[in-house]
């Protein structure tokens, strides 16, 4: 189907007469000439000037700055507890992963569960030393979580 009109169309569009179909009811330019215009708009000449079809000749807008909304989190360095705390979510992931898959043994989810152990147990320990309090936050109840689901699966709560 080809569009020859911007108005809209549907069962409350009114009707335009045959003989009509290039330009629109309204005395807008049609959907073929608006088309023609925007893309003639994107190969503008070096100096940034396109001509319109009535003639006249208008500037491009400039793009202005683009800023970054927040400051690059590469420049901060994570302390211990941030890093530790990381690769305690990241086991949880692979534990959570391999709990939801009927095909994989609890036998092999067992050495993930000795790792959640350890690591809750080491992240705990280290808790005092962050001075961060957001972080701290973070790595406790990560700690906790993971000594809760390491208790749960020797305990037999998924057999």
Do not use: N
């Not at 009509?20 to 940034?48: M, N, V, Y």
């Not at 000749?57 to 400039?62: G, I, W, Y």
Request: charged share 20%; hydrophobic share 40%.
């Amino acid at each position: 189907m080809k569009l020859h009109s911007t108005q809209a169309l549907g069962p409350t569009a009114s009707r335009v007469p045959v003989g009509t179909a290039g330009t629109s009811g309204q005395g807008g330019a049609s959907f073929d000439e608006a088309l023609t215009r925007a893309t003639q708009a994107k190969h503008l000449p070096p100096g940034g000037i396109s001509p319109l079809s009535s003639g006249s000749v208008q500037a491009a807008a400039p793009l202005g700055e683009i800023r970054a909304t927040m400051p690059a989190m590469a420049s901060r360095v994570a302390s211990p507890t941030a890093q530790r705390t990381a690769a305690l979510l990241g086991v949880l992931e692979d534990y959570s992963q391999k709990m939801g898959d009927a095909d994989v043994p609890l036998k092999e989810i067992g050495s993930l569960v000795e790792a959640l152990g350890s690591m809750a147990t080491e992240l705990s320990a280290s808790l005092a030393d962050e001075p961060d309090p957001r972080i701290r936050e973070l790595a406790e109840q990560s700690a906790t979580l993971a000594g809760i689901e390491s208790v749960k699966f020797r305990r037999g709560d998924y057999l």
